[in-house]
């Protein structure tokens, strides 16, 4: 390297021996660094400040893997299932000699030492000081950032790496990415469609929001559609300090889990799990995929991010890489703007991706919770704006949809925040295009074609219920919990279950679903998969109008016969040895945890009513929880109005005023179309004109 410096400006030659000294290449170069909303600059940090940086090695035989993914995952090939093992795996992807040896001698030539590995050689994970880091990465400069309790340390600026190194390394991790927030949320319903569906029907359960209980009933599950195999398994993902408590997991199951088999505890946690407060987000994951995958082995991947250098969603892709035995489907609640994130990072977590799909994982991950998003080009078109992981053509992503009446369980649409559009980055595969072509030819109605990539990656693949959910998180059960979050580990216990009649069978697990599960479509099997054509009012989500093109809604659990191409098992006969664990809680114990909510409406306005309609109202639990499900259903009409509102005023033009003040005034003409959607029809009364 110092040959190289010869004939430089003597500023430069100073440091002419080291390897800051070469020009370097920026490995991600499309990388913007944006701090998050509500993370603010703390200032540099000292020069000993302890780091752990991700170094992201170049893979051989990605191309070789993919023919091979293609392979394993096709039910028409005849290397359907025949997954790899971690070693097998290993073989093929491993990094060559060169990369590892140069790789290697450059940490070393600057004091790195402290590095660890995965089992297929491909990430290395390095604690060095800050001063080390910023002079093996030349341009990069670490400072901190924090948001209430949580700290973390990022380069605003650049990195790169001396050219010798380019062909070695995909990229660094710990420099630039914020870990993107996923919450839960609660929120009033979407528009409804008005047809009710052949899935629909006039004996319809009534409900008070969606539990075990009803995802069972919707989707044809009966008290024997349970776990029965001890080498079946199932996981979801924590990220950034959301834990679960098991204490909540037993609650919930004593007070949703009466009619069916389950367990209470989760089997084993990898990496940290911590003693405060539960989250949402992680009380939602584990209680229902624990619930619709019932009695089956359940794990928890918590890796919160607690150093402040790591990036907590990469940390749990190297987990993957380094374990020999894993669960066999894998719920993530978890998601990116695409246009947040670099090319190099994106295309080696597709990698990632196709790795597990060789090994027979099935991942899945939620589509989120923006529609189909916005981004807002300065002075050029606005676009729609794709999420990542979802978009990724190596995993099976999740959207959301609605009951049409929230109280009954009837025929589903589209929840108007469900995730969906095309990806920006990478090419539609061919498992999907005769789906995604049809739905473009024959939809209705489709934005312009300048605001989505329609030969790109188009997600969600299938959709179930994402809404009114009942969670218990810190020993409270909290109603009306929404989102693809809630739908993701509904779907994920479900193909759990279809796993276990297979492995019972002795057949492979179902691994990488796309491909199956488009084929299934293809060939009719709607005893299995439905349409969902009922739009919400958002710009994504599944058969809406949006850019969403998989309108598919799934129901586990098929009946006999539905599926015989030997891509799913259909379940037998009930278990008669199982016997289920029936709670000994009467109803009024539960009742009686509603005694902290206050609604709008007075009990007393309520029991008036009831009695008016000839119904006994003498118990007060009973009168406040009708109370609680009167004003949700208020508030449903009214965000239906709103939204009719705002639609409107779209039309009108008049959202050209972006004041995040802006005001609404509901007429009777918003509210008319609101209420016909429950099967209230108004008229003005002869005052109106």
């Known amino acids: 390297m110092a040959r190289g410096c010869r004939g430089v400006p003597v500023a430069l030659a100073l440091c002419a021996a080291a390897w800051s000294c070469a020009a370097g290449l920026a490995l991600e170069r499309d990388q913007p660094f944006r701090v998050p909303p509500g993370w603010t600059h703390a200032g540099r940090v000292s020069p000993g400040h302890d780091l752990q940086l991700t170094f992201a090695l170049r893979q051989r035989g990605t191309a070789r893997l993919a023919q091979l993914v293609r392979a394993v995952s096709d039910p028409r090939s005849p290397r359907y299932g025949q997954h790899l093992s971690l070693e097998q795996l290993r073989d093929l992807v491993q990094p060559s000699s060169a990369t590892l040896m140069t790789v290697l001698k450059w940490l070393q030539g600057h004091g790195v030492e402290n590095c660890g590995s995965v089992a297929t050689l491909d990430f290395l994970e390095c604690r060095m000081p800050a001063s ?64 009710s569906g052949r899935h629909g029907g006039g004996g319809a359960a009534f409900h008070l929001g969606v539990m075990p209980s009803v995802i069972r009933k919707r989707y044809n599950m009966t008290g024997g559609d349970i776990g029965l195999l001890p080498n079946n398994s ?175 369980v009837t025929a589903e649409v589209t929840d108007y925040i469900s995730g969906g559009g095309f990806s920006n980055v990478f090419p539609m595969p061919s498992y999907q295009a005769a789906a995604v072509g049809r739905f473009l030819r024959s939809a ?154 206050t609604p709008t409406i007075p009990d007393a306005v309520t029991g008036y009513y009831l009695n008016r309609a000839g119904f006994e109202a003498s118990d007060p639990r009973i009168i406040r929880l009708i109370s609680l499900a009167a004003q949700k259903f208020i508030s449903d009409i009214a965000n239906d109005a709103l939204q009719h509102c705002k639609m409107k005023g779209t039309a009108s033009g008049s959202s050209r005023n972006k004041s995040k003040d802006k005001k609404y005034t509901l007429t009777m003409e918003d509210l008319t179309p609101a209420l016909a959607e429950y099967g209230i029809n108004v008229k003005k009364p002869h005052y109106f004109t």
């Open 132 to 195: 080390t880091a910023e002079r093996l990465l030349p341009g990069a400069e670490f400072h901190r950032y924090v948001k209430g309790q949580r700290s973390l340390v990022r380069s605003p600026r650049p990195y790169a790496v001396p050219e010798e190194l380019a062909e070695h390394v995909d990229f660094v991790g710990g420099l630039h990415r914020f870990p993107a927030d996923r919450k839960a949320v609660s929120r009033a319903w979407a528009k409804r469609d008005p047809e």
């Open 234 to 408: 199932q996981a979801c993902a924590q990220f950034l300090e959301q834990y679960f408590h098991q204490a909540d997991l037993a609650e919930f199951m004593r007070l949703f889990g009466s009619s069916f088999a389950h367990r209470s505890q989760v089997d084993r946690v990898v990496g940290h799990q911590g003693t405060g407060k539960a989250g949402l987000e992680a009380s939602l994951d584990v209680e229902y995929i624990m619930s619709s995958g019932a009695n089956i082995s359940t794990w928890v991947f918590s890796t919160a991010g607690r150093h402040e250098s790591q990036e907590p969603f990469l940390a749990w892709l190297l987990l993957l890489s380094n374990m020999s035995s894993l669960p066999w489907v894998h719920s993530v609640s978890y998601g990116d703007d695409e246009d947040s994130l670099s090319l190099a990072y994106m295309e080696r977590v597709n990698v990632e991706f196709m790795k597990a799909a060789a090994r027979g994982l099935t991942v899945l991950f939620a589509s989120g919770d923006d529609g189909a998003g916005c981004r807002r080009v300065s002075g050029g078109n606005h676009t729609f704006r794709p999420s990542f992981p979802a978009s990724s053509p190596y995993v099976t992503t999740v959207g959301g949809t609605s009951f049409k009446n929230p109280f009954l």
């Open 444 to 597: 209705a109605k489709l934005p312009p074609g300048s605001y989505y990539n329609s030969s790109g990656r188009a997600y969600p693949d299938l959709s179930a219920l994402s809404d009114n959910y009942w969670v218990v998180t810190n020993r409270i059960p909290l109603p009306w919990v929404s989102g693809t979050s809630a739908s993701t580990p509904v779907v994920g216990g479900m193909v759990a279950l279809v796993n276990d009649r297979r492995l019972q069978r002795g057949l492979p697990p179902l691994g990488f679903l796309n491909p199956a599960l488009y084929q299934l479509q293809e060939q009719g099997r709607g005893a299995a998969l439905y349409d969902v054509s009922g739009a919400g009012t958002g710009t994504g989500g599944p058969g809406g109008s949006g850019v969403a093109p998989v309108s598919a809604a799934v129901a586990a659990a098929p009946p006999e016969g539905a599926m015989s191409n030997g891509v799913y098992v259909p379940p037998g006969a009930a278990n008669g040895d199982v016997k289920p664990v029936v709670s000994t809680t009467p109803l009024v114990d539960f009742l009686m945890q509603l005694e902290d909510y």
